[in-house]
């Protein structure tokens, strides 16, 4: 039988007011991007968490949360002086809500000036799968050693969504170690890591 991937978030009917209060969120954590790590990590995963809550919507279908999740989208690869949202937290937002969010996030930072692109999202986008991108991508970027949950949690995310990265990649004549040796990951050893994972 076809593997089924499952939804990465609960659906839901979300009321005026949870849109409101992740809208909130959104707007905060943009307002304390310039603040210290610890706190912009802190109000990252607020807002995660108010997205969730929302059941996977499309911040574009809302209009009280189009602008925020877009201006925090572009303030990956804009400028350091205005505070930068560090890419693990933007994929963890993303991860929060439809996939056309992703798809758009990625257009926006495909387009940035080279050096300011998140490393791995080129690779990611190989897949030509969206969903398969996204998770793929949030999986690369995340920093277990940065207090962003923990290696466990980081291979039993991994260990469910290689069969379909596999039959995905299969179904086109590649394979996961072609696809992983097929990413250039520079002077990331970050990347390299989650990289050298990803093929165990």
């Given at each position: 039988?076809?593997?089924?991937?499952?939804?990465?978030?609960?659906?839901?009917?979300?009321?005026?007011?949870?849109?409101?209060?992740?809208?909130?969120?959104?707007?905060?954590?943009?307002?304390k991007l310039k603040g210290p790590?610890?706190?912009?990590?802190?109000?990252?995963?607020?807002?995660?968490?108010?997205?969730?809550?929302?059941?996977?919507?499309?911040?574009?279908?809302?209009?009280?949360?189009?602008?925020?999740?877009a201006a925090l989208m572009a303030?990956?690869?804009?400028?350091?002086?205005?505070?930068?949202?560090?890419?693990?937290?933007?994929?963890?937002?993303?991860?929060?809500?439809?996939?056309?969010?992703?798809?758009?996030?990625?257009?926006?930072?495909?387009?940035?000036?080279?050096?300011?692109?998140?490393?791995?999202?080129?690779?990611?986008?190989?897949?030509?799968?969206?969903?398969?991108?996204?998770?793929?991508?949030?999986?690369?970027?995340?920093?277990?050693?940065?207090?962003?949950?923990?290696?466990?949690?980081?291979?039993?995310?991994?260990?469910?969504?290689?069969?379909?990265?596999?039959?995905?990649?299969?179904?086109?004549?590649?394979?996961?170690?072609?696809?992983?040796?097929?990413?250039?990951?520079?002077?990331?050893?970050?990347?390299?890591?989650?990289?050298?994972?990803?093929?165990?």
């Amino acid at each position: 039988p076809a593997l089924v991937l499952p939804r990465r978030v609960p659906s839901a009917s979300p009321g005026p007011e949870a849109v409101t209060a992740a809208a909130s969120a959104l707007a905060l954590l943009q307002s304390k991007l310039k603040g210290p790590s610890w706190k912009v990590t802190r109000l990252a995963r607020k807002a995660r968490h108010a997205l969730r809550v929302l059941g996977g919507v499309d911040p574009a279908a809302h209009p009280a949360l189009a602008a925020p999740f877009a201006a925090l989208m572009a303030h990956v690869v804009g400028p350091k002086a205005e505070g930068r949202l560090p890419v693990r937290h933007a994929l963890g937002l993303l991860s929060q809500v439809d996939v056309a969010a992703f798809q758009r996030a990625a257009e926006m930072w495909k387009a940035a000036p080279a050096g300011s692109v998140p490393a791995g999202l080129a690779a990611a986008k190989t897949l030509n799968d969206p969903e398969l991108a996204l998770r793929v991508t949030a999986l690369l970027a995340e920093r277990p050693d940065l207090r962003d949950g923990s290696e466990d949690a980081w291979t039993k995310r991994w260990a469910a969504l290689k069969p379909h990265v596999e039959a995905h990649l299969s179904g086109v004549g590649q394979s996961l170690a072609a696809f992983v040796g097929g990413v250039d990951a520079g002077s990331d050893a970050h990347l390299s890591k989650r990289l050298s994972r990803l093929g165990a």
